[in-house]
């Protein structure tokens, strides 16, 4: 009996050894393809070509290099009518400057940190250690050069990583980074949304008395995003606020959303789409009617000033296809959404300030 009985056992462990080992083997594999961004690159085209339904017929561009300078610096900003603030930022604003590139394309990121700490530059997304923003701190007067190869395809974000964390990000260093894919998407009006939060007393607190998108309070209850009946609206929204996650909600409308603002992601439709710090969300809406839509982080940000809204005009028969309207070109509203941000925001930078 005892001999059957161990038999029995070792046949088990066996088999448990084995089911171990191949697990290992399994995420090792799965591990290996995602540390690749080559990999990860041919990884994406496959699937977001499966999953995003029908594209525009524009060949595909050619990989190539995108090269950006970002400069730590500190400035004094307005971040509602009554609130300035020192404020720690990539090249002058909050947030610091969109950064678009297409999957594939050569990144060379030089950051310069004028500031009198240690900072970095920490970026979602496929990359090697020797790049990831963490271990490389660069001290003041200092620059490091960040070089990789831009995968996956989506809502990506940039923002420092020297500790405390909190701290630096909510002073301001951080941003979006936006990887197209190699087939473009579909026309649409596209927006920048990056959802941050500032408080004056307490820069580590878990209850900020601020809440905004791109830098302002209410910046777009003030200043509506303007949409045409029919016209898709394609919003790329990057969390980076210190809150926990609220949803963000949309009036008059279901919306398409692709989880995580991954474009390998098969789109579900929502109402409210909760969105995590350190996470993103593509969201693709359209209206029927004309009217002001509005949206919000749902909860207690939206009356600490994530609050705004789309204004849903007809088109008239003079707009320009791929400049005002999106029909079958796409109109990027983000240069203008940076300029609302930098002139409501009105930076002065330290120096001037002596
Ligand atoms: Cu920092």
Same mark, same amino acid.
């Given at each position: 009996m005892d001999a059957i009985f161990l038999g029995t056992a070792f046949q088990k462990t066996k088999s448990i050894v084995l089911i171990v080992l191949l697990g290992f083997s399994l995420n090792a594999l799965i591990y290996? /393809?995602?540390?690749?961004?080559?990999a990860v690159a041919t990884t994406t085209k496959k699937t977001s070509d499966q999953a995003n339904g029908p594209r525009s017929t524009n060949p595909a561009p050619i990989s190539n290099t995108k090269e950006f300078t970002l400069i730590a610096e500190e400035v004094t900003l307005d971040i509602s009518p009554s609130k300035k603030i020192k404020a720690w930022t990539y090249n002058g604003s909050i947030p610091g400057p969109t950064l678009r590139v297409t999957e594939g394309d050569k990144v060379i990121v030089h950051f310069i940190n004028k500031l009198d700490l240690p900072h970095t530059i920490h970026f979602h997304g496929g990359h090697n250690g020797t790049v990831d923003g963490v271990f490389e701190?660069?001290?003041? /007067?200092?620059t490091f050069t960040y070089e990789f190869v831009a995968a996956p395809s989506g809502?990506?974000?940039?923002?420092?990583h020297v500790m405390p964390v909190v701290e630096h990000v909510r002073m301001g260093l951080y941003g979006a980074f936006i990887v197209d894919p190699k087939t473009p998407l579909p026309p649409a009006k596209e927006y920048v949304i990056v959802f941050g939060?500032?408080?004056t007393k307490d820069i580590q607190t878990s209850d900020p008395e601020s809440a905004f998108y791109n830098g302002y309070e209410n910046i777009y209850y003030d200043n509506p995003l303007p949409v045409y009946v029919n016209e898709t609206a394609r919003i790329y929204m990057i969390n980076l606020s210190q809150l926990p996650a609220y949803g963000y909600h949309v009036h008059g409308t279901l919306f398409k959303t692709w989880v995580s603002g991954i474009l390998m992601n098969e789109p579900i439709y929502t109402q409210t789409w909760a969105i995590s710090s350190g996470d993103a969300a593509i969201f693709e809406m359209k209206w029927p009617w004309e009217g002001n839509y509005v949206f919000h982080q749902h909860g207690i940000p939206e009356d600490r000033g994530a609050m705004g809204y789309f204004n849903v005009t007809s088109p008239t028969p003079n707009l320009i296809d791929g400049k005002d309207i999106a029909i079958t070109k796409p109109v990027s509203m983000i240069n203008w959404q940076e300029n609302l941000t930098r002139t409501l925001q009105n930076a002065t930078a330290k120096a001037m300030e002596n």
């Open positions: 290996s /393809n995602v540390e690749n961004s080559d701190i660069v001290a003041p /007067n200092k809502a990506l974000m940039y923002h420092c939060d500032y408080d």
